[in-house]
């Protein structure tokens, strides 16, 4: 994650207005949500008066900010990250990874990975595994530019114009909750240069669109129709825990199921 970090220390004041600006709050919605005085929130703002990190944790959470966002907030007061100064013991880290498999695992024989938030692959079950391959995925460790890129995933995907501008709205969706994620930004721009990108996020919309987008696809002349869900860690105060997700694909009719159950075995 590459995160606006080097910040100087003055950088707070400006950050605090910019993102009270965002959320549409005077500051005195701010103070009040914050247990603090209006007049303190001016001062921290213009500079006048510096935060203590107890003060900046209440602004974060009043401005209901990111974790990696409010990282961001506590370097630009000229305190550490608090991702990275987080106690995590092992057994917290095993039982994460230990669920996210399980999760997977319990998924068969569907589709099911693990991902960050700008969809960078971090596991997959044998089921996803083996669904791209014969979908035509090429492995890329993104899965957005394996999907947005020209070839055979991409021409199996017979909705691809639909799928390409959902999912590129919930890319952009994700970078406008993190002004300061330069990962983000470029990946925007980067699948927006792949051929055909732009005219797809172009596209007017279906005057009245279907409630759940499915993804359609075609395998060796089957019509295979699945749509997503889309599990985050709840509650996490830790921005790589913030990252989390867990994608996993479902079959939107029989045809579909039959298909998947007669794929694997």
Same mark, same amino acid.
């Given at each position: 994650m590459t995160l606006l970090m080097?910040?100087?220390?003055?950088?707070?004041?400006? #950050?605090? !207005?910019?993102?009270?600006?965002?959320?549409?709050?005077?500051?005195?919605d701010l103070a009040m949500d914050a247990g603090m005085s209006q007049r303190h929130i001016s001062f921290l703002e213009t500079g006048r008066s510096s935060p203590s990190r107890y003060a900046v944790r209440q602004i974060c959470e009043a401005l209901e900010m990111p974790a990696a966002e409010q990282d961001v907030m506590l370097v630009s007061a000229g305190f550490a990250p608090r991702s990275s100064t987080a106690s995590w013991s092992a057994d917290v880290r095993a039982a994460v990874d230990i669920s996210i498999d399980h999760v997977l695992a319990g998924h068969e024989p569907y589709p099911a990975v693990s991902i960050d938030r700008i969809?960078? #692959?971090? !596991?997959?079950?044998e089921g996803a595994l083996a669904f791209f391959a014969v979908a035509g995925g090429t492995g890329q460790p993104n899965l957005l530019r394996d999907v947005f890129s020209p070839g055979r995933l991409r021409n199996n995907i017979r909705n691809w114009?639909?799928?390409?501008?959902?999912?590129?709205?919930?890319?952009?969706?994700?970078?406008?909750?993190?002004p300061h994620d330069e990962d983000g930004k470029n990946l925007l721009e980067d699948l927006k240069s792949l051929p055909g990108v732009a005219d797809a996020i172009a596209e007017r919309p279906q005057e009245h669109p279907a409630p759940v987008?499915?993804?359609?696809?075609?395998?060796?002349?089957?019509?295979?129709?699945?749509?997503?869900l889309i599990a985050t860690v709840g509650m996490s105060m830790d921005a790589n825990l913030d990252d989390l997700r867990i994608e996993t694909l479902l079959p939107a009719n029989e045809q579909t199921r039959q298909w998947f159950a007669s794929f694997r075995s």
């Open positions: 080097n910040r100087p220390q003055d950088a707070f004041g400006p #950050l605090l !207005k910019s993102w009270r600006n965002r959320r549409h709050v005077s500051q005195l969809w960078n #692959l971090q !596991k997959a079950n114009s639909e799928v390409t501008r959902a999912l590129f709205r919930l890319l952009d969706l994700e970078v406008a909750r993190r987008l499915s993804i359609e696809f075609l395998i060796d002349g089957t019509e295979l129709k699945l749509f997503s």
